[in-house]
T-cell receptor, first 112, second 116 residues
Framework: GENVEQHPSTLSVQEGDSAVIKCTYSDSASNYFPWYKQELGKRPQLIID?????GEKKDQRIAVTLNKTAKHFSLHITETQPEDSAVYFCAASLSGNTPLVFGKGTRLSVIA | GAVVSQHPSRVICKSGTSVKIECRSLDFQATTMFWYRQFPKQSLMLMAT?????????EQGVEKDKFLINHASLTLSTLTVTSAHPEDSSFYIC????????????FGSGTQLSVL
């Protein structure tokens, strides 16, 4: 089955700097790659996703890139703000009614 | 977006009791729901896939007799933790893909189970 590796496990950045989180996946058939943000005790919230027919997607300060050949995808947050501090999870799956397989998460701390 | 409701949000129970967690899709029908478990500071681990009108599919290592899943309608799936023990203490969270074939997974608010 699918296996998703995520790095780093923790990341501290100064406010205004960029943050990059990287993930790799094992199943070449996976075609859907979302990123979730989870605050303590809360449900995960989707922040951006990408499908395998697209190499890059951007939404304001957040962007995701996908390299299907290498089977890795990355989350980029620019101009970080303290409210970006949370745990971020990458995930992969086939589209349709298949479950998401999550990476182990990255705890991002943005220092004011 | 689609709304998934989960109850209760927090349960404290004695060892040996059973606990039922409900997951409802409020504004759409979900033929499939996914149950995840999350230990403190860890990732979301898939426990089982709940299918309306049929048996759930459990992930390797998850005891089907301990974690009973029932998906009796298109809007309700339940997870019952039977004879709970302290090691079952965890954050349990359900999810479903949105209507109209959306890829996005919508999560319930989660249930924090503490077994004394």
């Amino acid at each position: 089955g699918e296996n998703v590796e995520q790095h780093p496990s923790t990341l501290s950045v100064q406010e205004g700097d960029s943050a990059v989180i990287k993930c790799t996946y094992s199943d070449s058939a996976s075609n859907y790659f979302p990123w979730y943000k989870q605050e303590l005790g809360k449900r995960p919230q989707l922040i951006i996703d990408i499908r395998s027919n697209v190499g890059e997607k951007k939404d304001q300060r957040i962007a995701v890139t996908l390299n299907k050949t290498a089977k890795h995808f990355s989350l980029h947050i620019t101009e970080t703000q303290p409210e970006d501090s949370a745990v971020y999870f990458c995930a992969a799956s086939l589209s349709g009614n298949t479950p998401l397989v999550f990476g182990k998460g990255t705890r991002l701390s943005v220092i004011a | 977006g689609a709304v998934v409701s989960q109850h209760p949000s927090r349960v404290i129970c004695k060892s040996g009791t059973s606990v039922k967690i409900e997951c409802r899709s409020l504004d759409f029908q979900a033929t499939t729901m996914f149950w995840y478990r999350q230990f403190p500071k860890q990732s979301l681990m898939l426990m089982a896939t709940s299918n309306e009108g049929s048996k759930a599919t459990y992930e390797q290592g998850v005891e089907k007799d301990k974690f009973l899943i029932n998906h009796a309608s298109l809007t309700l799936s339940t997870l019952t933790v039977t004879s709970a023990h302290p090691e079952d203490s965890s954050f349990y969270i359900c999810s479903a893909r949105g209507p109209l074939g959306q890829n996005e997974l919508f999560f319930g608010s989660g249930t924090q189970l503490s077994v004394l």
